[in-house]
C-alpha cells in the first residue's frame, strides 16, 4: 500500500472509531480534551530516570482500550512518524551515560538505558493518549473543544476546511502520481523535469476550487465569520468522568504506585 | 399570466479583452418554467448562470430578479431569492458532515437554531436523504453528494433554482433520483447541460446559446429533434429520440 | 523534523505555544486588517493541498533518495506569510492530531519550528525583499532555495535546542547540532528546489497569484543564471558557517566540536554509532555529573518499581484476557 492510500486508509478508521455510538464516544469532547491534556502534562513531566512512575501511568490508556475496545495494533503503528526524533535523541543515552542506575535480576541497568526506556516509554504513552483523544472524538467535537479553549475560530475553520479537502486532494495526488507511475515504470518518484508541471498544474486546480469554494459560500450568505452551530453543556457524567480520571492520574503521577506495590512484595 | 422572475435585457459579457461570451442577450423566465440551456462547451452556459446570481461583474445590459436589479448593492437580496447548484457538489459542500452543510445558509441569514432544524431535515427529506445528517461529507458518493448540494440549496427556500450541469458523473439511478426531485420542485428552475435526455426528462423550455447570441428559445420538442440545428452548435439528437 | 511529545517538558512546550500563539494573534488580526472574506477557504484549501502535496515524493537525480516540499514558503509565497502561518497551523494540527506526526503537547514547538520560520522568515525576510524589485525565474529559485534552507537550518536548531533544554538527551548539544544541521542543508536544498519549480511553473502561467510580486518591475528582474547560483553558494555556506560557528561557541559544544568535528558523519550512521559515542564520552568525562542535580538516586525505587510494573502489568494481561472472553461468549 503507497503512503498515500495508506494515509487515506488512516483517516477513514480514525473516523469511524470516532462515529461509533460508545459512552466514551458520547462523552463531551472538551472532558476528553482536558483530560487527555493533563495526562500528557503528566508524563511528560516525570523524571528522565523515572520509569516506574512513567509505567505506572500507563495504567490511563490500558484501561480505556479496555473501555473502548480500539485497536492497540493500529495505535502503535502510529508511532512510526515520531519515533525515529525520539530514538535518535534516546539512542545515545545509554552509550554515554554508563553510570550503574538499579540492578535487577543480576543485570546492571545504566541510568543511560533508563532515561532512554523512559523516553521510549513517554513517546509510546503520550502517542497512545492522542489516539485515544481523536478515535473517540469526531472532528466536529475537536473543533468545539477548541473553541472552548478559545482557539481563535479562523484557526478552527482553517482546520475544518483542511480535514474536509483532504481526501480529496489526497486521492488527486494519488491519481497524478499513479498515472505518472504508470508511464515512467521504475522511477521511485517524480522526475525532476516535472516537478515544478506536475505539482504545479494540481496547484491551480485546487486554487481554482478554492475560489468556487469560496463563490459557493458568498451565495449561502458567507460574510467572513463561520456560524457556528449550539454545543451541548457538560452533564453529570461529564464531570464524574473528569473528577475520576482526573484524579486517577493525578494519583500515579504523585505517588510511584508500582514502587510501593514492588517494595511490599519484595517484603 | 404567471408572475415574471427573472429578466434579463440586452446582456453583454466577456472575460479580459477576448471575444464577447455573451453578446446582447435577451430573455424573461417565470414562475414555473423549467428552462434548459444548451449549447457547446464554452458557449457561455455556466456564465450565463453565474451572471444570474451576481457571481461575475463587469457585465453590460441589464438582469434582474424579482423586480430587484443584479447589482452588489443587492447581492444579498437576489441571493436570498435564487438558489445556484454548483457542477463539483465538492466546491459546495465545505463543511465536514451533511447537517452543517445544509445549515450554513440559514445560519448565515441569522435564523435561530429551531429554524435552522427544521429547514435542514426538511431540505434533507425533499431529496430524500433524511438520516444523513451525521455523515461526513467526504464519505458521501457522488450521487449523495449531488443531492445533499442541493439540500443546501433547499435549505434557503429559494424561489428560484439554477444548476449547473446537473446530471453530470451520476449514474442511471442517481440521474433518475435527481429527475424526480427536481420535479418535485415546484418553482422557477433554469439548469444547463450537454445531456440532451436529462434536458428532455425535466425542462418545459429551452434555449440554445450559440456564438454569444440566443439561437433558439421554444419548447424542447421542437429543438430536441432537430437534428441539423443540434449539429450546427455541436450537439447531437438525445440518445432516447434516436432510439424511437 | 516533527517533534513528539515525549521530547519536551511542560516549561518548553508552554514556552513554545505560548510564542507560536502570540504569532497566530498577531496573524489572526492582520488576515482580519485584510478584510478580503476569500482567504478564509482559499486558506484551508491550500492547506489541505500542501499536506496532500508533500506526500509526493521527488526523485533527487544523482542520488537514490527523494524530497518533499516546503509547505511554509509555498503557503507564504501565495497567501503571504499571516495567512500562510495560519494555514500551516491548521496543517500541523490536522497532522498531530490525526496521523501523530508531531504531538499535541509539542504543537507549540512544532509551529514555531516549521510555521513561524518558514512564513516569517522565509517569507518576510527572504522572498518578499527578493521580490520587491521585480521578479523573475532566477529570483524566485533563489528566494526558495535560501528561504527553505534558512527554514530548515532554523527548525533543525531549534529542535536542538528545545530537546536539550528538556533534558532528555545525553547527546551533547554540540554534537547534537552537528548532527542535525548538515542533514537539513541538504534537506533544505532540495526542498528548496521542488518549491522553486511549482512557484515557477505558477510564475509562467499565473503570475498574479503569487504573493509580494511588483509585476510593474517585472524587468528589472532578471538574474543570470551564474549570478544566482554564486549567490546561492555564498549564502549558503554564510548560513552554515554562522550556525556551525554559533552552535561550536556555546560551551558544551566548544570541546567537542574542536576535537572531533571529523568524526562528526559517524554519528548518523548507524554502524560507526557506538565508537563516536565512546569518543564523545571520553572527551565529555570532564563534565560535571550535572545528570544527578535536583533527583534523587534513582538506583534503589528503580529495582523496586519494575517488580512492581512486573506484577501490575501481569494483572493488567489478566484483566484483559478475562474481560475479552466474558465478552465473546
Redesign the interface.
Known sequence: MS??SG?IH??QT?EESASRDQWVNRLHPLVKFLV??FY??C???C???????V??LA?YP?VLF?LT?LPLGQALC??R???P??C??????P??????????LGFT?T??L??MLT??A??IL??LA??L??ATTPVEG?CAAMRMVHI?R??V??????????S???N??QKT?EAYRLRAPG??????KY??????????R??D???E??EA??LRG???D?PSGRFPGAGRRDLVYLAGFGAGILFLRLF????????I??R | MSHIHIEVKDLSFSYGQDRKILDRISFTAREKDAIGIIGANGAGKSTLLKLLVGLLDGFEGSIRVEEIPVEKRTLQRVREKIGYVFQDADNQL?SVNVYDDVAFGPRNYGLPEEEVDRRVRKALARVHLEGFDEKPVHRLSGGEKKLVSIATILSMTPDILLMDEPSAALDPRNRRNLIRILGEFDHLKILTSHDLDFIWDTCSRVLVLHQGGILYDGDPDTILRDEKTLAMVGLELPLSLTVR | ??????????AV?GTMYLASSAA??VS?HK??LE?D??K??????????V???Q???????GT?S?GH?CGGLLLTA?LGPWAGF??M???L??Q??????????ALGCNIWNMAFYGCFVGGLLVWKPIMQTGASKQKILLASVLGSILTLQLGAFS?VLE?SLS?????PFGA?VM?MQPIHLAIGLVEG??TA??L???YD??PE?LWGLDRSRAAEGRLTAGKTLGILAALTALTAGVLSLFASGLPDGLEWAMEKTAGTSDLVSAGG??DA??K??NS?SFLPDY?FRG?ES????????????L???GL?LV??LV?KSR?KS
Open positions: 503512503r498515500i494515509a488512516e483517516m480514525i487527555t491534556l500528557l502534562v508524563v511528560v513531566s523524571g528522565r530516570y523515572d520509569l516506574p512512575r509505567l505506572g495504567l490500558f479496555e475496545d502510529r508511532l512518524l515520531v519515533l526524533l525520539v535518535i535523541v534516546g539512542i545515545f543515552n552509550l554515554l551515560d554508563r553510570r550503574p542506575g538499579a540492578e535487577l541497568l541510568l543511560g533508563l532515561s523516553l521510549m513517554k513517546g503520550t502517542v492522542s489516539y483523544l481523536v475537536l481563535p479562523m484557526i475553520v482553517e482546520f475544518l476546511l483542511i480535514w474536509r479537502y483532504l480529496l486532494f489526497m488527486e495526488v502520481t522511477q521511485k518518484g517524480i522526475a525532476m516537478w515544478g508541471s506536475l505539482m504545479g498544474s494540481m496547484l491551480l485546487s486554487i476550487r478554492a475560489g469554494v469560496y459560500m458568498c458567507f460574510t467572513g463561520f510511584p504506585v508500582l514502587v510501593l506495590i514492588g517494595s512484595v519484595a | 465545505f | 523534523m516533527h517533534m513528539a511529545d515525549a521530547l519536551v517538558v511542560p512546550a497566530a494573534g489572526v488576515v482580519k478584510n472574506p476569500k478564509i477557504p482559499v486558506m484551508g484549501v491550500m492547506g489541505a493541498f499536506f496532500a502535496a506526500m509526493i515524493n521527488f526523485t533527487i537525480p537514490g527523494s516540499l501565495i495560519l494555514a497551523i491548521g496543517v494540527l490536522t498531530c492530531l490525526f496521523f501523530a506526526d508531531g504531538g499535541l503537547l529542535v530537546t533534558g532528555i538527551t545525553e547527546l547534537f548532527a528546489l521542488i519549480a511549482v515557477c511553473f505558477l502561467a499565473r497569484l554509532a557506538y559515542a565512546e564523545i564520552q565529555l545528570a533527583s534513582p538506583a534503589g525505587t528503580t529495582v523496586s518499581g519494575l517488580v512492581g510494573a506484577i501490575v502489568g493488567c484483566t484483559a474481560l465478552k
